[in-house]
């Protein structure tokens, strides 16, 4: 079956650092282009980052110098390395799977249930 | 403040068809044919409904379709049913910059 599953959420103060983790299984994430989408409380969906296959990664400017995409091939795992957090940062973090036209994004076809990031003091 | 814009809620009857529209800029909707529209019921993750505009995925009903005009995306629901009230929203590609943005949502409700 193909899945993401992520964890690594839970309550952090601002300035503070957090890992997101997405375990995928029924595919090969290093073959795939794989983003994070996170949504605020009652908001909508905000693109955050991506790894292509080839290693290139983009960033969301609201979160750029601070967050840092990465996968662990054997592990077949994305992650999410989320420094100097802000109390904006707070929301649900989806990992979800691209589906790509050569290196332009058609559409998110797999998402993982989210994980929840609080930044609170 | 959302790149892509959305009406905040729309509503219909069972067996109604109803419209949501998405409207971008010439950057992103208006330059490419790649708007995907998801599903979100609550508490639940985004599914996809549509992509590449008006293309349907494996096991998503035929009662979804898309289209195009210009800088503004259509989602359109036939024989509107009870659980197709969800939030639903558009994303776009936008460029190597920018590169995806999301419309802010819009809830549907079945009367």
């Known amino acids: 079956e193909v899945q993401l599953v992520e964890s690594g959420g839970g309550l952090v103060q601002p300035g503070g650092s957090l890992r997101l983790s997405c375990a995928a299984s029924?595919?090969?994430?290093?073959?795939?282009?794989m983003s994070w989408v996170r949504q605020a409380p009652g908001k909508g969906l905000e693109w955050v980052s991506v790894i292509y296959s080839g290693g290139s990664t983009y960033y969301a400017d609201s979160v750029k110098g601070r967050f840092t995409i990465s996968r662990h091939n054997s592990k077949n795992t994305l992650y999410l390395q989320m420094n100097s957090l802000r109390a904006e940062d707070t929301a649900v973090y989806y990992c979800a799977r691209g589906v790509v036209i050569t290196t332009i994004p058609v559409a998110f076809d797999i998402w993982g249930q989210g994980t929840m990031v609080t930044v609170s003091s | 403040q959302s790149a892509l814009t959305q009406p905040a809620s729309v509503s219909g009857s069972p067996g109604q068809s109803i419209t949501i529209s998405c409207t971008g800029t010439?950057?992103?909707?208006?330059?490419?044919?790649?708007v995907s529209w998801y599903q979100q019921h609550p508490g639940k993750a985004p599914k996809l409904m549509i992509y590449e505009g008006s293309k349907r995925p494996s096991g998503v009903s035929n009662r979804f379709s898309g289209s195009k005009s210009g800088n503004t995306a259509s989602l359109t629901i036939s024989g509107l049913q009870a659980e197709d009230e969800a939030d639903y929203y558009c994303?776009?590609?936008?460029?190597?910059?920018?590169?995806?943005?999301f419309g802010g949502g819009t809830k549907l409700t079945v009367l």
């Open positions: 010439s950057s992103d909707v208006g330059s490419y044919n790649l």
């Open positions: 029924g595919f090969t994430v290093s073959s795939n282009y």
């Open positions: 994303c776009s590609y936008a460029g190597s910059s920018t590169y995806v943005v």
